[in-house]
């Protein structure tokens, strides 16, 4: 079994200050982590992905992630925002415990990012 | 290369009328997905395929079918629709399983309102 808890549901930072959004995880198999990014009436685009190679993951657009084996977490951070980040992300994890490779999506984080 | 793209974009239906959703890839991955997108839900598998000819049930299949008679394409639809099936509806195709095969990748959505 496998299951994604996004801790917050939405939030909100000014341009060009730290953007944190948590993702905490379960898995009964060494997970692959992902995070995907949705804006605004678009499918979903990869940003990154942790596949058991170095535990902090460089994305695109400067977005970095840390996956915390102790602590199940994969934190998705990027130093500085910029507006075009506002958008909703989502964290997903993927187990192989089945014939397919099942995908389990977080609730998902909206960021607001102010002027 | 188009990569995913999904058919039509927007729809709107009346309780207990039939539509079909197509997916069609020029990726050649073998594993096509249909899921849901509701609002705070993040996005629930309903159907997927791991290759032509096959399909299988995902999370939340009642009310759908589904059919792969060629690689590149993965039809869903719906035989009666009904309002709770209104939805944002995504396919993603991937390789196959395993940590690199499975990342997928997302057409734009199409947006359906049952009334």
């Known amino acids: 079994a496998q299951s994604v808890t996004q801790l917050d549901s939405h939030v909100s930072v000014s341009e060009g200050t730290p953007v944190l959004l948590r993702c905490n995880y379960s898995?009964?198999?060494?997970?692959?982590l992902f995070w995907y990014v949705q804006h605004p009436n678009k499918g979903l685009q990869l940003l990154l992905k942790?596949?058991?190679?170095?535990?902090l993951v460089k994305g695109i657009n400067g977005f970095e992630a840390e996956f915390k084996k102790s602590e199940t977490s994969f934190h998705l951070t990027k130093p500085s925002a910029h507006m075009s980040d506002a958008a909703e992300y989502f964290c997903?994890?993927?187990?192989?415990?089945?014939?397919?490779?099942?995908?389990?999506f977080g609730q998902g984080t909206i960021l607001t990012v102010h002027p | 290369n188009a990569g995913v793209t999904q058919t039509p974009k927007f729809r709107v239906l009346k309780t207990g009328q039939s539509m079909t959703l197509l997916c069609a890839q020029d990726?050649?991955?073998?594993?096509m997905y249909w899921y849901r997108q509701d609002p705070g839900m993040g996005l629930r598998l309903i159907h997927y395929?791991?290759?032509?000819?096959?399909?299988a049930k995902g999370e939340v299949p009642d009310g759908y079918n589904v059919s792969r008679l060629k690689k590149q394409n993965f039809l869903l639809g719906l035989e009666s629709a009904a309002p709770s099936q209104t939805s944002v509806y995504f396919c993603?195709?991937?390789?196959?399983?395993?940590?690199?095969?499975?990342?997928?990748?997302f057409g734009a959505g199409t947006r359906l309102s049952v009334l």
């Open positions: 993603a195709t991937s390789y196959g399983r395993g940590q690199v095969k499975n990342i997928q990748y």
């Open positions: 898995s009964s198999y060494s997970p692959s």
């Open positions: 942790y596949t058991s190679a170095a535990t």
């Open positions: 997903v994890v993927s187990g192989f415990g089945t014939s397919y490779g099942k995908l389990t």
């Open positions: 990726m050649n991955h073998e594993y």
């Open positions: 395929s791991v290759g032509e000819g096959t399909t």
